[in-house]
């Protein structure tokens, strides 16, 4: 079973794309003029020239809105195409869960003619994020498991460029570090369950640290430890673009 079977069934309540980084990812793939996005998820940043979306949740397939691009259940690591069949492939926040890396990312060099664009993170500079630094370490452990060394994807790639990704201060896509500057947003149930390092550890590992964060939000300590946040507009937490010509 897809793990977002399991832990995706309110995942567009919290998760909508944020304009500026889709913006960035749109500027990643470039003219390219056909796009195949693998692991799909429910749709988040599709351009409309993709010509197919891969998906192997169930669940996620169910959420995707009425008009989006046409959506097979199968597996990164076999993707149901041809070689060359489109001039990009894009893969955005999902390598992590993907059980043969090296498979996965020989299918995208295969499907892919002339670019490849992977959204992921850099899990040492994440695990300077003060969530998980400060308050959740077994989410930070957990990621440790999955996360995937950004210099691993390029070799893989076969040579890649790397761009950061800043996370704007209001966010609209609640993935594990767009609320730096909205703490109180990690206390809603509903936004920890669409952040899956957060909703596969699980409220009762991570209840202490949350308490730790409540209290410290009531009594002003995060505010205080953290005031050179609330005046920057986006923050570094180590998401990355990586982008392979072919």
């Known amino acids: 079973m897809a793990i977002y079977d399991a832990i995706g ?30 692991g799909a998820g429910a749709g988040s940043y599709e351009p409309p020239q993709t010509v197919l979306a891969v998906e192997p949740s169930a669940v996620m397939i169910g959420q995707r809105p009425a008009g989006s691009a046409r959506v097979v ?6 993707l149901p195409v041809a070689d060359g069949a489109a001039d ?7 390598v992590h869960h993907w059980a043969d890396l090296d498979a996965g990312i020989a299918e995208l060099r295969r499907v892919a003619r002339r ?34 060394p950004v210099q691993q994807l390029a070799e893989l790639l076969g040579g890649a460029r790397v761009e950061p990704v800043p996370v704007p201060h209001d966010c609209t896509d609640g993935f594990g570090a767009a609320y730096w500057r909205r ?22 590992a ?27 507009e986006d923050f570094d937490a180590g998401y990355r673009l990586v982008v392979a010509d072919r």
């Not at 259940?73 to 076999?78: G, H, V």
């Not at 990009?88 to 999902?94: D, E, K, S």
């Not at 992921?120 to 308050?135: G, I, K, M, S």
């Open 73 to 78: 259940q199968a597996r990164a690591e076999a």
């Open 88 to 94: 990009a492939v894009m893969a955005l926040l999902t």
């Open 9 to 38: 069934t309110t995942y567009t309540t919290t998760r909508r794309p944020d304009h500026r980084i889709g913006a960035q990812i749109a500027a990643a793939l470039g003219d390219a003029r056909s796009v195949i996005n693998v």
């Open 183 to 204: 703490p109180e947003a990690y206390l809603d149930p509903a936004v920890r369950s669409g952040i899956s390092m957060l909703a596969q550890v699980g409220d009762a």
């Open 206 to 232: 991570l209840r202490p640290g949350l308490q730790r964060l409540a209290a410290d939000l009531r009594d002003g300590r995060w505010h205080d430890r953290h005031r050179d946040l609330v005046r920057r």
């Open 115 to 148: 670019r490849i664009v992977i959204l992921t993170w850099d899990q040492p500079a994440f695990r300077r994020f003060w969530l998980v630094n400060e308050y959740l370490p077994q989410a930070a452990a957990f990621d440790d498991t999955r996360a995937v």
